[in-house]
């Protein structure tokens, strides 16, 4: 199975910060990569797919770049609606999977 | 508005069945693949089971195999994950999640399973 590492697991930062986080897959994906946001209680929601296309309907301030083994996702200025546990997720093959978290939380 | 409402959860003990239902409304059921999606308490995602529109095609995690089925039934607008031999590490939050053109696009608020002695 594909693996995927997020770094940081976890991240403090203010509103109005940029951050960005990152994803590793253990081999190449090309751009079958996705980002999600989950909030306390809630289902995930679908931010980002193809590892740069953003999914209608989600702020311009989120972006994703990269592909092969190497992604990152970007919230250029933060809001305080944006604080949540984000994952990457590979669907280049079967067995999808998701990366362990990364909880953005305020400073 | 696409809609997707899972049941069917519960508390059992370790080695017995259960069967979750998933109930899809506000799109055409049989355009989509779907997908079962579980979340341990606490802890992150992890996909569990994935079939084609038809039926024809179904995938499923390694922890999985070989105890959990799913199957799906286009007349009813309904998805199914059928669990037998329950493990207390198969305690979860299980989320129903349509396929969209590459991946979940929509999910359920997830139906509850605790399996404990």
């Known amino acids: 199975a594909i693996q995927l590492t997020q770094s940081p697991s976890s991240l403090s930062a203010s509103v109005g910060d940029r951050i960005t986080v990152t994803c590793r897959a253990s081999?190449?994906?090309?751009?079958?990569l996705a980002w999600f946001q989950q909030k306390p209680g809630k289902a995930p929601k679908l931010l980002i797919y193809?590892?740069?296309s953003l999914e209608s309907g989600v702020p311009s301030r989120f972006s994703g770049s990269g592909s092969g083994t190497d992604f990152t996702l970007t919230i250029s200025s933060l809001q305080p609606e944006d604080f949540a546990t984000y994952y990457c997720q590979q669907f280049n093959s079967y067995p999808f999977t998701f990366g362990q978290g990364t909880r953005l939380d305020i400073k | 508005e696409v809609q997707l409402v899972e049941s069917g959860g519960g508390s059992v003990q370790p080695g017995r069945s259960l069967r979750l239902s998933c109930a899809a409304s506000g799109f055409t059921f049989d355009d989509y693949a779907m997908h079962w999606v579980r979340q341990a308490p606490g802890k992150g995602l992890e996909w569990v089971s994935g079939i084609s529109w038809n039926g024809g095609s179904t995938d499923y995690a390694d922890s999985v195999d070989g105890r959990f089925t799913i199957s799906r039934d286009n007349a009813k607008n309904s998805l199914y994950l059928q669990m037998i031999s329950l493990r207390p590490e198969d305690t979860a939050l299980f989320y129903c999640?349509?396929?969209?053109?590459?991946?979940?696009?929509?999910w359920g608020q997830g139906t509850p399973v605790t399996v404990s002695s």
């Open positions: 081999q190449g994906i090309s751009s079958t």
């Open positions: 193809d590892a740069s």
């Open positions: 999640a349509r396929g969209g053109r590459v991946t979940f696009d929509s």
